[in-house]
């Protein structure tokens, strides 16, 4: 049955498959490791609990856009290129910059942050004892930003799960095995040291990312610091990031300010489920964007045409089953957390629906920043942002946790749709399945 499938698969394609394939089993282990974390947190703090842990989580991803600045894209191109031109120097130089660059950046909002935090909770009705485990997220944000800034390096070098594995799955897995050992040592869980077990891992990551890099990168050129390239695509791609990101937490930030940490809690458990809707596409987005830099710097674009159609109707379909068991068997999956999570039943099926549609316009965003186009989508991005924000604003108010369900499956709908007819429109690929 694989060999069938295989032989009616252009090379480029294949080859996404292929790279897919170990990065799959990669993200399978990852998503174990977190649903079983999320599931001992459910249990153990309950919603109000994990409500904290998760805000305090996605707080962590917006401040690391901020350090970043767009450069995890600018990194996977620019290294993708370099080593199809065999030019080692560049590969040393873009990574140096990069790490300059992200690492002092992201020591001073580090700073600035843990100064200010205790003035700007006095003004937050809602703090309920933040400080510490935000301070925690700002001191979490040094080694994760030079983490991310390698493993975009490992992804433009080809190295696919590997990257994914050090990105993702691994700090899971380590923050699991701590909450092993405090369960096995009768230690409470608490928000605090749940948070410390993630700064744990998120150091310990650094040390084996490091490692890594040496192992698979051992050229001793000199490199050079070469920023002005960089940053000047890089301030497109901040945009697009970072509207990204926001846009994606904006449902839980927006919960917690006008909501409780509980309905936080509820929520954060079936978006959770739903992400796992569009597992697959991450995958695939990862081993297929160097793929695209290369294709179109080489201008192959029938080639790509052809790779990114075949792609999005495995991953339509894939996407379809997920949607289906979901509403068949939410109400049973929810139960693992508790009864008190069985009431997200109807937010879980929505955001299902809105990650289905997010997977079947295919990767039209990523074509776009691909291939030089990043500046659109940095606007339509920022215009997504607001639409998302008013949408969380008119509808959480109204209806809770379900309006910011709502309010984000709407969002993904219209913005994934414009990026598909831009897409077309300035490169010429159609990245629908049909």
Avoid at 18 to 31: A, E, N, P
């Amino acid at each position: 049955m694989f060999k069938k499938i295989t032989s009616k698969l252009d090379i480029h394609t294949l080859e996404v498959l292929i790279k897919s394939s170990k990065t799959m089993i990669v993200k399978i282990i990852g998503m174990i490791a977190g649903l079983s974390v999320s599931i001992f947190l459910g249990r153990m703090l309950g919603p109000e609990g994990l409500g904290i842990v998760s805000f305090a989580n996605k707080f962590g991803m917006i401040l690391l856009i901020l350090t970043m600045f767009g450069f995890q894209n600018v990194i996977i191109k620019f290294i993708a290129i370099a080593k199809a031109k065999q030019d080692n120097k560049a590969v040393a130089s873009i990574l140096k910059t990069s790490v300059i660059f992200n690492g002092l950046l992201s020591l001073v909002i580090a700073s600035i942050g843990a100064s200010v935090l205790s003035y700007v909770l006095d003004f937050w009705s809602i703090n309920q004892d933040l400080h510490i485990p935000l301070l925690i997220v700002f001191f979490m944000l040094i080694p994760q930003t030079i983490s991310r800034v390698y493993g975009a390096a490992l992804n433009g070098y080809g190295k696919i799960w590997q990257s994914n594995l050090v990105n993702q799955t691994l700090t899971l897995i380590l923050v699991g095995l701590g909450l092993l050992l405090l369960f096995i040592l009768k230690i409470p869980p608490t928000p605090v040291n749940v948070l410390l077990l993630y700064a744990l891992s998120r150091v310990l990551l650094l040390l084996i990312i490091l490692a890594l890099w040496r192992k698979t990168f051992k050229s001793k050129i000199k490199a050079l610091i070469n920023l002005k390239p960089m940053l000047k695509m890089a301030k497109h791609i901040l945009l697009i990031t970072g509207a990204g990101v926001i846009a994606n937490n904006a449902d839980i930030m927006m919960l917690t300010a006008l909501g409780t940490f509980s309905d936080v809690g509820i929520y954060t458990v079936a978006a959770q489920l739903s992400i796992l809707t569009s597992l697959f596409l991450h995958v695939s987005n990862a081993a297929i964007s160097p793929k695209l830099a290369t294709l179109f710097h080489e201008s192959k674009s029938n080639e790509m045409q052809l790779m990114v159609k075949s792609v999005t109707k495995g991953l339509t379909l894939v996407a379809l089953v997920f949607v289906i068991s979901f509403i068949f068997l939410g109400q049973w999956l929810l139960s693992f957390w508790g009864h008190e999570f069985q009431e997200s039943y109807l937010i879980l099926v929505i955001l299902a629906i809105g990650q289905f549609f997010n997977i079947s316009t295919g990767c039209s965003g990523l074509l776009l920043v691909m291939c030089g186009f990043e500046k659109i989508h940095g606007y339509i991005s920022l215009c997504g942002l607001a639409l998302n924000i008013t949408l969380n604003l008119i509808l959480i108010i109204k209806f809770g946790a379900l309006g910011a369900a709502i309010a984000t499956a709407i969002t993904i709908l219209i913005e994934n749709i414009t990026k598909v007819i831009f897409a077309k429109q300035k490169i010429g690929i159609l990245t629908l399945p049909v």
